[in-house]
Each structure stands twice: as structure tokens, then as C-alpha cells.
């Protein structure tokens, strides 16, 4: 009777189970399978923010987001500027390399031997920065990498430059022609910035133009020359830092000629500046401010000695700091200071070489406006300006005698070239050069700088004159002081490679390449698809004489540095031209 009951109970339990512990269970298992789901989603969503936030970096400058994208290819960061098209510029937290444009012939492999011939005294290198572990100066939370290109440049400029500049380089990748068109893109931000001050009797006013000189502690720069004799292992330096740095007279070349050393540019316009008109010795009253710092010096006096990284980047971050104390460097974080480095950017900018120093990866030195003789194509803060020449007038009577005599001057030979073979060189194309140039004796004549022809500039500047064309191929670097001792000469320079000058000297020669020079792209020579010496024959007589007409009586007197006590009235010189450029930038950007 009990163990009935009991059964009968224990059946009656399994039928009264409450129905909603099984939908409870069942939404239990439903709410955690989809969990599950959306945990894995979130998880690959994770792992695939992790892979674009190691692919790009984001910039916030000038209140232009910019988003940049780093790859193994393209180690300069490609930046998408809000409402503008890419971009190319660094940080000093990111690292760059020179394969950027992917044609190791643009820069050349580390050659010791670069600096002893002063007709083509440059440095090739790595395009690239270094980490810097230096102080940090206060910048008003505001600092600059980059401009918006896109507010400069219009539909039809941009049409024209991808046009010339696929005339010039096939870019091998998408990325290289990004980094190609940017180059152009930046050439036609710092041509925006051009005086448009058209008459000379305008630009002498020096209202909103005064200029403020650091007087910095001679460590800085006099000191620097006092080792002259020492400098470099195969000449004695001293020569050259006489007569304001402009060297000593080459008398029988004429008036305003003198031994420049192609390094020269720091000490010649720190001599301009400081007898500028419009110098002013109160800092409220300054539009520009000129650090009077020898940095190229700095770097040349340990290039061939053995010291360590810290020794070559000592001075350029005392400087600094001495900069950092001062109200007027913190005031506009820099972007009103001007730096003149008479040597070309990349011995500025160390990377995995010991060469030179890394001043220019600096942090501090972004903002400030630096004039060098070969500059980095993606700093728009860099600017190139002039190699020195030999010539330094003092008059308009010494500029209008040498344009005549230029002007008038027969010309014997069809084509010239002063320079040397680069043989452990496997990109340089000069051998080639040299053997076209030796194939026709009567319209080629060869200087072989390599026996130290070149070292007298009287053999050069008379080579030029007797020229129609002077070949300009690239050296341990892309530039060339011969381009501008052709270029006063009247003699008509022939191109190989943009990076020579097209892509550089945008405040000193014109957008139109052709009216003062001859492309001819390095490649076709290099491949034998073309033969320079006859390439130049099919050029007609009036052809070269519009050239020339063009290149002496309106690109001369803006491509030579006059003397430090020059009075012209009727012409501005490549001192000038930078100087009202300058003032144009700062107004602009400040």
C-alpha cells in the first residue's frame, strides 16, 4: 500500500515539471551560441584593427587629420590629408629610407672619395631618419609636418604636373607614383610661395620685412672655421673663408670671380644677412629669425674621423637648446626661424651609415625653414636654393658686362663634359657619356676631373664658355654645382635625372624646364636606346639661341650670390630672391 502510493507520487511528479525551465534552457543555449558568435566576430574585428593600426599612423597637424600609411616598400609614410590627396611627410617618430622613388642611381652607394672633387662635391645617402632621444622644446601643442597641397594647386596644374612627371620616371608601383606626384605636389606648395614683387624698387622696402640675427656663441659657427687646415685629410680649407667666404680672387677671369668652395653657402649669406638693410636688432620688430649656425661646417670636420654618433650630433643639439631658452624660438614654435645648411639634406639626416648627423631628424627642426643646396623632396620645409658659383658681382655694370660677353661669345663645341667615371658605380651613366663624347672629337669635348683638371675653375667656366650644351649627369648625389657654372656661362645643361634640378630649385628656376635645358632620361642612355652627342646635333641654331638668350639675360643674374656689399638696382640676385621668399613663406604660414 505504501509503495503504491509512492509510485503513484513519483509518476504525478514527473508530470507536473514546470514547462518554462525547458524554454528558459533552451534561451540560454540560444543567447550563448549567439555570444559566442558575435565574441569571434569581435575578436577577428580586433585582430584586423591591430593589422591597420600597425599599417598606418595618424597625424593631426594644422587641424588637417591626415591618415598615413607606412609599408615595407614605401617607408616614408604615404598621408590621405583630409579633402586632399596624398601627401609625403615625416614625423621623427617614423622611419623613411631613401627607396622611397625605388632608383638606387638618384643617391648612390657611400663613397668616401665624394668630397675631393669640388666640381661635384656632394654626398649621396640614405634618405632616412633617425629616432632622436634629445630633449623635446615646447611647441605650443601646434606642430607641422605637412601643408594641404590640394588649397595650391589647381585641376590644371596637377593635370600638367602628372603629365611632366610621367615624362620623366615611370614610377614601377602605385606607390611610387604617389610618392612621384607628391614631390610635384610639394614643389608647387613651396612655388606658392614666390615673391610677387615684380620691380625692384618695391622689394627694397623693409617695412614688415626685418630680419633678426642670433648672436649665437662662436662655438656655433667662427669657431667652426678656425680648423680649417685640418677640415678634410686632402686640402687646406682656409683658402676658400676668405673674402666673406666667397675665396680668393681669380684674377684673370675679371672682376667679381673668385676660388667659391661649392660648401661656402653658410658663411656667404651670414655675410648678407648681417649687412641686410633691413636688419633690425630688436626681436618685436622681426618677421624672420636667421640661426647663424654653421651646421654644414659641423658636419664636414667629422667626416673623416673617427668619432661616435653623439660627437656628430653634439653641437647641433646645443644649439638647439640654446634655441629653446629663448621666448622668440617658442613663440611660433620655430616656423619663423631660418636655418642656411651649405651642404645637401641627407648629410643632415643619418640613418644606418655613420655619415653625417641626424640634426635634420630632429624633432625641434621641423617647423623652422632650412635653405640647402640639395634638398629632401618630401619636406616642404626644405628648400634648395643655388649652388655658389664662382661669380660674386658687386655692380649691374659687372652682371650686364658678363651677359654680353656670354651673349656674344662664339661656341665651338656642340656639347662638353667636366666630370669623372663613377666605374663601382653599376647605375651611373657617365662612362657611357664619356664614351659617346670621345666617339665624335669634333662637337664632344671631355674634362676628366678624375686627374684633377677640374680643380683649376678657370678650366671649367672656359669649358662652359665655348659650349652650346653641357652634359649634367648625377654624381654621388642628384645636384651639381656645374649646373649653375654652366648655367652663367650660357652654356645650355642637359639633364639626365629631375632630382639634378627640376624637383629642387623651385624659388630659382622656372616650372617650364625647356626654355633653359635639354632632358634626356638616364635610362635610355644607360640602355644604349640613344645617343646624347646626336640627340644635341638635331637641335637647330635658333633653338639654342633662345635658349641661351632666355638662360643669360633672365635666369643669370637670380642664380649668382653678389658680393656682400653689392648695390643693384636694376637686378636682384639669388640672395635676394630667397630673401623675399622667405618673407612671403613666414607670412603665410605664421
Known amino acids: 500500500m505504501v509503495v503504491s502510493v509512492l509510485m503513484r507520487k513519483s509518476r504525478s511528479s514527473k508530470k507536473t515539471v514546470d514547462p518554462r525551465i525547458f524554454f528558459f534552457c533552451n534561451n540560454l543555449c540560444s543567447i550563448f551560441s549567439r555570444s559566442l558568435y558575435y565574441l569571434t566576430l569581435l575578436i577577428v574585428i580586433f585582430f584586423f584593427l591591430i593589422y591597420l593600426w600597425l599599417s598606418f599612423t595618424t ?28 601627401v609625403f611627410q615625416k614625423s621623427t617618430n617614423l622611419t623613411t629610407k631613401s627607396d622611397v622613388i625605388g632608383k638606387d642611381e638618384a643617391f648612390g652607394d657611400e663613397n668616401k672619395s665624394r668630397d675631393k672633387n669640388l666640381t661635384d662635391y656632394s654626398k649621396d645617402g640614405d634618405m632616412g631618419s633617425i629616432q632622436s632621444s634629445t630633449f623635446a622644446t615646447e611647441t605650443s601643442g601646434d606642430r607641422v609636418y605637412g601643408v594641404n597641397v590640394i588649397s595650391v594647386v589647381d ?74 687646415i685640418d677640415m678634410v685629410p686632402w686640402s687646406n680649407m682656409c683658402k676658400f673663408f676668405k ?152 655692380t649691374d655694370y659687372d652682371i650686364i658686362s658678363w651677359q654680353n660677353k656670354m651673349s656674344s661669345k662664339p661656341r665651338r663645341n656642340l656639347v662638353s663634359f667636366a666630370g669623372g667615371a663613377r666605374p663601382g658605380n653599376p647605375n651611373s651613366i657617365r662612362s657611357t657619356l664619356i664614351e659617346q663624347c670621345t666617339l665624335f672629337p669634333d662637337q664632344c669635348r671631355f674634362l676628366n676631373c678624375s686627374d684633377g683638371s677640374c680643380d683649376k675653375p678657370e678650366n671649367v667656366i672656359k669649358l662652359f664658355q665655348d659650349s652650346e650644351f653641357c652634359m649634367q649627369p648625377p654624381g654621388d648625389s642628384p645636384t651639381r654645382k656645374s649646373v649653375f657654372d654652366s648655367l ?37 642612355v ?57 618673407i612671403e613663406k613666414i607670412n603665410k604660414l605664421v
Request: glycine share 6%; with cysteine.
Open 59 to 86: 597625424l593631426i597637424s594644422d587641424n588637417v587629420l591626415q591618415i598615413c600609411v607606412l609599408s615595407r616598400k614605401l617607408n616614408d609614410p604615404c598621408c590621405l590629408a583630409d579633402g586632399s590627396k596624398p
Open 155 to 228: 585641376s590644371k596644374t596637377k593635370n600638367k604636373s602628372k603629365e611632366e612627371q610621367d615624362d620623366y620616371i615611370k614610377p614601377k608601383s602605385e606607390e611610387e607614383g604617389y610618392a612621384l606626384r607628391a614631390v610635384t605636389k610639394y614643389l608647387q606648395v613651396q612655388r606658392s610661395w614666390i615673391s610677387t614683387r615684380k620691380k625692384v624698387e618695391n622689394s627694397r622696402s623693409c617695412e614688415g620685412k626685418g630680419v633678426f640675427v642670433y648672436d649665437l656663441p662662436t662655438k656655433f659657427n667662427r669657431d667652426l672655421l678656425v680648423d680649417c
Open 243 to 394: 673674402n666673406d667666404g666667397f675665396g680668393e680672387p681669380i684674377e684673370n677671369l675679371g672682376q667679381g670671380w673668385f676660388r667659391t668652395h661649392q660648401y661656402a653657402l653658410e658663411t656667404i649669406l651670414h655675410s648678407r644677412v648681417l649687412k641686410h638693410p633691413c636688419r633690425v636688432y630688436n626681436e618685436s620688430q622681426a618677421k624672420i629669425f636667421y640661426v647663424p649656425f654653421y651646421g654644414g661646417f659641423d658636419v664636414l670636420r667629422w667626416h673623416f674621423k673617427n668619432v661616435s654618433n653623439d660627437v656628430k650630433d653634439r653641437l647641433g643639439i646645443e644649439v638647439l637648446k640654446w634655441l629653446g631658452s629663448k621666448e622668440s624660438w617658442r613663440r611660433n614654435a620655430g616656423k619663423d626661424h631660418v636655418f642656411v645648411l651649405g651642404k645637401i639634406s641627407w648629410d643632415f639626416r643619418r640613418n644606418k651609415l655613420s655619415w653625417g648627423s641626424s640634426f635634420l631628424d630632429m624633432q625641434e627642426m621641423q617647423n623652422p625653414t632650412k635653405l640647402l643646396i640639395e634638398r629632401h623632396p618630401w619636406e616642404v620645409n626644405d628648400i634648395a636654393i643655388p649652388h655658389p658659383t664662382y661669380f660674386h658681382p658687386k
Open 488 to 524: 652663367i656661362s650660357g652654356c645650355i645643361p642637359v639633364m639626365f635625372d629631375p632630382y639634378t634640378a627640376y624637383y629642387q630649385y623651385a624659388w630659382h628656376l622656372p616650372e617650364d624646364h625647356k626654355r633653359y635645358s635639354v632632358y634626356i632620361n638616364q635610362e635610355d
Open 526 to 582: 644607360k640602355e644604349k636606346r640613344v645617343n646624347v652627342v646626336e640627340k644635341l646635333m638635331a637641335k637647330t641654331p635658333r633653338e639654342r639661341e633662345d635658349m641661351r638668350s632666355y638662360i643669360v639675360q633672365h635666369l643669370l643674374p637670380g642664380l649668382v650670390y653678389g658680393d656682400s656689399n653689392a648695390t643693384f638696382d636694376r637686378f636682384r640676385d639669388a640672395f635676394d630672391i630667397t630673401f623675399d621668399n622667405l
